[in-house]
């Protein structure tokens, strides 16, 4: 048995998932936050009833874990005592802080000035870019000045970004100076994310990328990346960029899922990232594949149950391994589905959830793998960002890559009733799927809506 630090997480998918994979391993985990009231406010997530995963640490320690003079001579402290043998997070802004524990107690884990610079949308670009590892043409601006001066140069339309923020937020297409304005606007109208860390006040400008996007699904260790898949997605939203739905494996021929894959494998390599789950987004442009971004640590919006039941192998798991400086189970077993898909329902009115119809209907269905519904009396607001999820159906097709026309079709049974301050409550027509990224394809998503 192992004994692992977890600190922080998100509260949705994957804070539910990592627990589940260290207790499946025969391990145990002491929980490390600065709030536990964000984990208690979201205990029931998703409509799951009872308390949140998490909160079955062996131990449960508060500590200021965005101070990292304060947390880490803590942290040491406490491994003097407790005897970590790994550490792990599931939240985006705590992975630099995770790599820099590991480093600190000499415990397994990926480089930490590799992580922060996979973190970073900026500094990944840079390294990216010195590497030859193809991605957008890009700027980094300091303010609108520089960004208005920088976008004459790059080119209308183009994608306007924060360095710093996760689930797509805050994330926009621009097509001329005012709505760029705009976006800088919100930007700099937002400058302390959800856990309480100052963000960066600068702007990243990139190049539109057109065609399908995929992610590739990678496990590092011992100097090695193993592919694990290919994963499509559906982006909808504009001029936001919010994923709709995933599918797994991805429905693309095996030439451009080959280059795909060579292309996250060339940027895990350059970022210098090993023991590390990795989830790299690929844009499929006619010039060839395009990184998006690099995440070091497995993807979201529930794709890695999606690859779970395509291919047997638990990512979730695989992340605890590496953890642990563990050699992870990567080998396919039989599972017998052919194709698993995700598709999330979106909310596309403001004002208070009364409840969502036709969910008996759709859970009746065969081949419905989760059926996850936000509950009644939740405030929703039309969405900007992945975090704004009312729910998701999985489904699976034993036959072939039917997974995702099957979860796209049972969502659209699911009719969200929202009561806004001016009508009364109404169904509205669940936000149709954009135009799948990739023929005959679905992705994977994120439970719906939960804390950050």
């Not at 097509?175 to 976006?183: F, G, K, Q, T, V």
């Not at 395509?310 to 599972?335: I, M, N, S």
């Not at 704004?388 to 997974?403: F, I, K, N, Q, R």
Request: glycine fraction near 10%; aromatic fraction near 4%.
């Amino acid at each position: 048995m192992a004994h692992l630090l977890v600190v922080e997480s998100w509260v949705g998918s994957m804070s539910r998932l990592l627990p589940r994979a260290i207790r499946e391993g025969g391990h145990e985990f002491t929980f490390v936050t600065r709030d536990l009231h964000h984990y208690l406010r979201g205990a029931d997530a998703g409509g799951r009833a009872g308390p949140h995963p998490l909160l079955a640490a062996r131990n449960i320690i508060t500590a200021d874990t965005n101070d990292l003079d304060e947390l880490l001579p803590h942290l040491e402290r406490l491994h003097g005592v407790l005897a970590f043998d790994g550490v792990v997070s599931s939240c985006d802004y705590y992975l630099p802080a995770v790599a820099r524990t590991a480093e600190r107690l000499g415990l397994p884990g990926p480089a930490a000035g590799a992580v922060e610079a996979a973190c970073r949308k900026d500094l990944t670009r840079r390294v990216l870019a010195e590497a030859g590892v193809p991605g957008p043409r890009y700027a980094l601006c300091a303010d609108t000045g520089q960004a208005a001066s920088a976008a004459r140069e790059i080119g209308y339309p183009l994608v306007v970004k924060p360095v710093d923020l996760c689930a797509g937020m805050l994330v926009r297409e621009v097509r001329d100076e005012h709505e760029l304005e705009a976006a800088c606007r919100a930007l700099a109208a937002f400058p302390v994310n959800a856990r309480g860390q100052d963000r960066m006040p600068v702007v990243l400008l990139e190049e539109l990328l057109t065609g399908p996007e995929v992610s590739v699904e990678t496990v590092s260790f011992d100097g090695a990346t193993h592919v694990v898949g290919v994963t499509d997605k559906s982006i909808g939203g504009a001029p936001a960029f919010i994923e709709t739905g995933h599918m797994f494996p991805a429905g693309i021929a095996p030439e451009p899922e080959r280059e795909a894959a060579d292309t996250a494998v060339a940027a895990i390599r350059a970022l210098g990232l090993d023991q590390v789950v990795c989830h790299t987004e690929i844009k499929l442009t006619p010039e060839g594949p395009r990184v998006v971004e690099v995440n070091p640590r497995p993807g979201g919006n529930r794709i890695t149950e999606l690859v779970r039941h395509v291919t047997g192998v638990d990512l979730a798991a695989a992340c605890v391994d590496v953890a642990l400086g563990r050699t992870p189970d990567l080998a396919p077993h039989p599972t017998g589905v052919r194709s698993a898909a995700i598709a999330f329902l979106l909310p596309r009115a403001t004002g208070t959830l009364v409840g969502i119809e036709g969910a008996d209907e759709v859970r009746s269905r065969p081949g419905v793998l989760e059926l996850t519904l936000a509950e009644a009396g939740r405030a929703v607001r039309a969405a900007t960002s992945n975090n704004e999820y009312l729910g998701h159906v999985m489904t699976a097709d034993t036959g072939g890559s039917g997974a995702r026309e099957a979860a796209e079709r049972l969502l659209t049974h699911l009719r969200p009733v929202v009561e806004t301050q001016d009508a009364p409550s109404v169904p509205s027509a669940p936000s149709a799927p954009s135009a799948p990224s990739v023929p005959s394809v679905a992705s994977a998503p994120s439970a719906p809506a939960v804390l950050a």
